[in-house]
């Protein structure tokens, strides 16, 4: 299979993936208005898409009918000990605000929901992420078998790129890895953070690494890229695994 | 302050052109009936659902939404072969399709029950009697779901996990933090999985 075979093999499932998640969105009630929109035209439009919607809805639904494998969340671990009290302050704060809407003189109308989830904080294209400021700022460059070391974007100054119909965006840096072998993807993600939850980057191509020595490879890419003006995460994951090891941000700008 | 019309132009003053652009099927003519028909079927099929009957799988958001989506889809398979005067025929034909739908709607909420929870059933003679009640297509479908809750027990027990947790609404970074695994390895996990139900499904009951 040659390289062009394989760029359109490439295009084509990413189109694929990034249908599968908008189906499943769509089926959790998490497209914004906009997106909701533009999704009923798309089913009045596409008699395959109703069917593969259906068949999803089908999937979920089933899904929901049967109980859980591991029987719930488990006592014992800290995490989970958090979690239960997150939810008891929750509770408390939940009760405190129903005592107080319930001896309020006029009620609000209550209105059926016609859109879909509603998100009080949805992003813009330019607001940054809070889940991605700080994922990529977790210590992802330094593991106990690893290091990568991103020179350029560069983290202390975010780099803007102006818009065009293709921008180019490069990427330098350095790893160290003593791992088994492994196949490395440059990842660009808009702000949006069910799209990292859902694997639906609006890019995704593979870094070539070149070997210095031993267990050092450069890293030394420019990708081509067609990105809206916004602000855009992207992430260094390892392919098998989809392990963020390094990551950061840069702005498209008009 | 006029509203924003995004097809420039009034379809109920210019009918004959609107319907013209729908038959092409025209994105702006089409996004503009469809956000419209949604603006005023799904708040008027809220105020006809009644209580959705005990027990029933999806939520009265997630219930309404299928009957908008299911009204939508034979909306348009009757709107290529229809002829139709005016605009209020158009919503016309798609309140009337909603209230069929919405009926039918309720039909498979009750018919889940016997399909979905078929286990719940132990008496044989209650489910021979629940079972006359299903039609040949209900049949099929609830052998359709049986084959399907198979491949679903059939995935490794911590995709089953993720895909059940994650389909009742819960967050991926949650359920990773519950199953003490990386929300990366967590999302993966899920889309592989997912991606199997899929590939069963379409193939096996066909597009």
Known sequence: MNAKTKDIISIILKIENMQTNIIERYLRQELSNEELQDFTFQLAMDKELRNEVEANRMIFKTLKTMPPVGGGLTTGSKSNRLLWLGAIVILLVGSVFVYQQMTKQNQAPVVPLIDQKETTKQPIAFAPNESYEQLILADLHRGTEYTLKIDFPERENTLEIQHAASIQIPLKGNLQWNLPAAEFQFSIYSNKWEDYENESSVFQEEIKLKLQSENDFVIDEIFSAQLQPGIYYFLIETVEDGEPRGGGKFLVVD | ?207
């Open chain 2, 1 to 207: 302050m006029e509203k924003f019309n995004p097809i420039g132009y009034n379809p109920e003053e210019r009918f004959d052109f609107f319907l013209s652009q729908l038959r092409e099927k025209r994105p702006g003519e089409w996004r503009w009936l469809l956000d419209m028909l949604r603006k005023r079927v799904t708040p008027w099929l809220f105020k006809k659902d009644g209580n959705l009957p005990a027990g029933a799988i999806a939520s009265v958001d997630e219930f309404i939404e299928e009957v908008f989506a299911n009204s939508l889809y034979q909306f348009c398979e009757l709107f290529e072969t229809g002829t139709f005067a005016n605009l209020g025929e158009i919503r016309g034909l798609m309140f009337r399709i909603g209230e069929l739908k919405l009926k039918e709607g309720y039909h498979k909420v009750r018919r889940d029950g016997l399909i979905y929870f078929k286990d719940d059933i132990r008496n044989n003679e209650d489910l021979t009697a629940q079972q006359d009640k299903l039609t040949l297509l209900d049949l099929r479908t609830q052998d359709a779901i049986l084959e399907l809750r198979e491949q679903i027990v059939k995935l490794e027990k911590e995709d089953q996990e993720i895909l059940i947790r994650y389909s009742k609404g819960e967050e991926l970074s949650s359920i990773a933090i519950n199953l003490g695994i990386t929300a990366a390895a967590c999302r993966k996990k899920k889309q592989r999985a997912l991606e199997k139900l899929r590939e069963f499904v379409l193939d096996g009951f066909g597009k």
